[in-house]
């Protein structure tokens, strides 16, 4: 891959799906994540020209930087509103943001256009439907499905979660909301096509 494949590879991510979306599909994928920066670092090492080497390393450096941040952002989404119990669930924090949300409402009301956009993705293990139905919502989140939650995020209060015994103040982001929708798409899904479950699984 040439670093021009690469820069527009990277430039019709951002374009197709807005900014916040098109960084979540670069991070969301580690493994890919990790082929772009060999691809990089390998392009940089043919590079005869200095200017280029220069502007390469600093893309270079942007990736592994939006690689950071969005790991550690995808992590503490599952510390907030999730909890490890084979799968993973929507812990109390999860609950009443995806209460407060009316997630129900809004998962019935779209649920066949964004099951068939996980179908797309053909994932094969329930963590792959996991990954995609979180995908789903991300990429989605420009379309006018969105706008209400939009609304909420932007006139909601901080809302109180636990973590622990401890009480605090937390600013809820469209992210957060994506997450908590996830987990009950990722269910949803699993209902319907359960061949994707292992046999002791099966719902």
Not at 83 to 111: A, C, R, Y
Request: with cysteine; net charge neutral.
């Amino acid at each position: 891959m040439t670093i021009f494949e690469i820069v527009i590879s990277v430039i019709s991510a951002l374009a197709a799906v807005g900014i916040f979306s098109g960084l979540y599909k670069i991070g969301n994928k580690i493994g890919g994540f990790e082929k772009l920066i060999n691809n990089i670092e390998i392009s940089m090492k043919k590079l005869p020209c200095e200017q280029h080497g220069k502007s390469l390393r600093d893309l270079h450096d942007d990736v592994l930087a939006i690689k950071t941040f969005l790991t550690s952002k995808y992590k503490n989404a599952e510390a907030i509103w999730g909890v490890k119990h084979s799968p993973t669930m929507l812990n109390e924090n999860g609950i009443t943001l995806f209460k407060n949300i009316k997630g129900d409402t809004f998962l019935s009301k779209n649920k066949d256009f964004l099951i068939e956009k996980i179908k797309k993705k053909k994932p094969k293990t329930p963590l792959d439907v996991e990954i995609d139905a979180h995908e789903v919502l991300i990429e989605n989140t420009d379309g006018e499905m969105f706008n209400a939650l939009k609304n909420w995020v932007y006139e909601s209060p901080a809302l109180q979660i636990w973590e622990g015994d401890t009480a605090k103040s937390y600013t809820v982001s469209l992210y957060d909301v994506c997450y908590v929708l996830s987990i009950p798409l990722r269910d949803m899904y699993l209902k319907l096509y359960p061949d994707v479950l292992p046999a002791t699984q099966v719902i």
